[in-house]
T-cell receptor, first 111, second 115 residues
């Protein structure tokens, strides 16, 4: 059974903290994605990666960075968390087919 | 640029009634189209996909969608709603030709099913 796991389901952080969200997939997929999901806005792409050590900006990269040191792991970093980054964060992966597999999501609250 | 419009942020049906969730797209290349479902507190799960083969696509849980190029639509239907269908549904379009690239998602339609 294919699986994408995210390190936390719920996370509460303070403004200004550095936040790491981890995503691991066990399907040997080349492509990995980070989205944020907000009510009424759907999913918006933050960053994506088509290969190890490769990263590309999505539609809303400001305030975020990513790291992909290994094929199976894709990390999203909030350098200095702000309240407007309170959101649901979804990780996904695929193998050149657009058929993305999603993790369960991390609901991040920044206070 | 590719885009997706889902008509209706909330749809409510009675159990046993027809489910119709609307999706229109724009694409400068032959599109790949997808419907995903998200149950409460979960990630998204693929329901079905259109990749330029048959225009009527059958998915999981009794859902199907029809690709209509002339109407630039890919509406999702199910003949008889079940309580377990209550979820949020997202339509998505590929942002490039072939199998490379990213997905562009609609804003979602929340489906409620009344007993």
């Amino acid at each position: 059974d294919v699986k994408v796991t995210q390190s936390s389901r719920y996370l509460v952080k303070r403004t200004g903290e550095k936040v790491f969200l981890e995503c691991v997939q066990d399907m040997d997929h080349e492509n990995m994605f980070w989205y944020r999901q907000d009510p009424g806005l759907g999913l918006r792409l933050i960053y994506f990666s088509y290969d190890v050590k490769m990263k590309e900006k999505g539609d809303i990269p400001e305030g975020y960075s990513v790291s992909r040191e290994k094929k199976e792991r894709f990390s999203l970093i909030l350098e200095s968390a702000s309240t407007n980054q309170t959101s649901m964060y979804l990780c996904a992966s695929d193998r050149d087919s657009y058929e993305q597999y999603f993790g369960p999501g991390t609901r991040l609250t920044v206070t | 640029a590719q885009s997706v419009t889902q008509l209706g942020s909330h749809v409510s049906v009675s159990e046993g009634a027809l489910v119709l969730l609307r999706c229109n797209y724009s694409s400068s290349v032959p599109p790949y189209l997808f419907w995903y479902v998200q149950y409460p507190n979960q990630g998204l799960q693929l329901l079905l996909k259109y990749t330029s083969a048959a225009t009527l696509v059958k998915g999981i849980n009794g859902f199907e969608a029809e690709f209509k190029k002339s109407e630039t639509s890919f509406h999702l239907t199910k003949p008889s709603a079940h309580m377990s269908d209550a979820a949020e549904y997202f339509c998505a379009v590929s942002d490039g030709g072939g199998s490379q690239g990213n997905l562009i998602f609609g804003k979602g339609t929340k489906l409620s099913v009344k007993p």
